[in-house]
């Protein structure tokens, strides 16, 4: 039999269940780990247990699971993790939304890298049928933000939706093996020499935080952060219950990695990463803005903290095409982009006018 024929028997064998529940989704959680355990290029946000904890937390009423989930040979193979939102009021917009994302803005966590989870080896065959399943549903809008150019969903939509999608953000992200200081511009390594000898002075040290203490460095953290963006007219990340509830619950999970500047046993600057087996992901920060304010600790505790990273890659994650403060530390850039696509542009519109006209009447 040749591998055309092997590959039609296979993909005829597909058979797929839509995930309309959460208990449903609780049932696949295992095997849906396996197969992100054996892909390289999945990452923590598109696990189960990432997808799990922001159902549990951000979940709405109005809001309805739609994930599918294929088996062959009674293993599951792939997962593309989706729900719609409904919309309460006319036109009654249906968006979907990947699994992970679409919660409000002012309580944001920023799952970024969300895509369909595919069983190595049989990317090809699968794509194909998901098409079919994608095109089936009944939406108005797809939005699926912070997606890789290489990644399964854009592939999927270029082919359902004739999509050209447009990549103005990159992912930027360091290879540690291949990281060297002196490989960065003159003006970043002479602030970081500056930096250190400043932190000398006062007998500062660089570390990475025991679990038993994530606790007192997420207060700080916390403090520190929302400071400083309230000095700038924001509330800041940590100013909404339901991040500060998401994020309660991985404070003392081994995904979570913390690496501080301490002086007199006090933290003047703090990291906080998420961690899978290859890759730290830089996720927030916050440091002592009215005390240290010319001190550069946000160089110098990133640049300690890819010198003495253990993981395989560190990762800034999302960041702008130009001018990202990101660019400065060497990361390999790829590209990415955040989707809108309107399936049905009239009814869009008219969605967007009548919320238009709703919010100058109230």
């Known amino acids: 039999m040749n591998s055309n024929m092997m590959n039609n028997k296979t993909c005829n064998n597909i058979t797929w269940r839509l995930i309309s529940n959460i208990s449903e989704l609780y049932e696949i959680k295992e095997q849906w780990q396996a197969i992100c355990q054996k892909l390289s290029s999945t990452t923590l946000f598109s696990s189960p247990t990432w997808v799990l904890n922001w159902h549990h937390v951000y979940w709405q009423e109005n809001w309805q699971l739609s994930t599918l989930a294929g088996y062959i040979n009674d293993e599951l193979v792939v997962v593309f993790p989706s729900y719609i939102q409904h919309s309460k009021q006319w036109p009654y917009l249906k968006v979907m939304y990947a699994l992970g994302q679409g919660e409000p803005e002012e309580a944001e966590i920023s799952s970024e890298y969300c895509d369909v989870i595919i069983s190595p080896d049989f990317e090809s065959i699968i794509l194909p049928n998901l098409q079919e399943k994608l095109a089936a549903f009944n939406v108005d809008k797809i939005i699926w933000n912070a997606a890789l150019q290489n990644s399964h969903i854009i592939k999927l939509l270029e082919k359902v939706y004739v999509y050209t999608p447009i990549f103005n953000h990159n992912r930027y992200r360091i290879k540690c093996s291949n990281w060297k200081l002196q490989d960065l511009s003159k003006n970043t390594r002479s602030r970081y020499k500056r930096s250190n000898n400043q932190l000398n002075k006062i007998n500062a040290e660089f570390n990475w935080i025991n679990s038993d203490d994530y606790g007192k460095y997420a207060t700080f953290l916390i403090e520190y952060h929302q400071i400083l963006w309230e000095s700038r007219g924001h509330k800041g990340a940590f100013s909404h219950p339901n991040f500060l509830s998401f994020h309660d619950k991985y404070i003392n999970a081994e995904s979570v990695k913390i690496s501080a500047i301490i002086v007199d046993d006090i933290?003047?600057?703090?990291?906080?990463?998420?961690?899978?087996?290859?890759?730290?992901?830089?996720?927030?920060?916050?440091?002592?803005?009215?005390?240290?304010?010319?001190?550069?600790?946000?160089?110098?505790?990133?640049?300690?903290?890819?010198?003495?990273?253990?993981?395989?890659?560190?990762?800034?994650?999302?960041?702008?095409?130009?001018?990202?403060?990101?660019?400065?530390?060497?990361?390999?850039?790829?590209?990415?982009?955040?989707?809108?696509?309107?399936?049905?542009?009239?009814?869009?519109?008219?969605?967007?006018?009548?919320?238009?006209?709703?919010?100058?009447?109230?």
């Open 267 to 362: 933290p003047i600057a703090v990291n906080y990463y998420f961690g899978d087996d290859t890759t730290l992901y830089f996720y927030q920060s916050g440091w002592d803005s009215k005390n240290y304010a010319n001190f550069s600790l946000g160089l110098s505790l990133h640049l300690w903290s890819i010198e003495n990273c253990h993981h395989k890659y560190y990762d800034f994650m999302m960041g702008d095409i130009n001018d990202s403060y990101k660019s400065k530390y060497g990361a390999q850039q790829e590209l990415m982009t955040n989707i809108a696509i309107k399936i049905k542009p009239r009814k869009v519109i008219i969605n967007m006018v009548t919320n238009k006209i709703r919010s100058l009447i109230t």
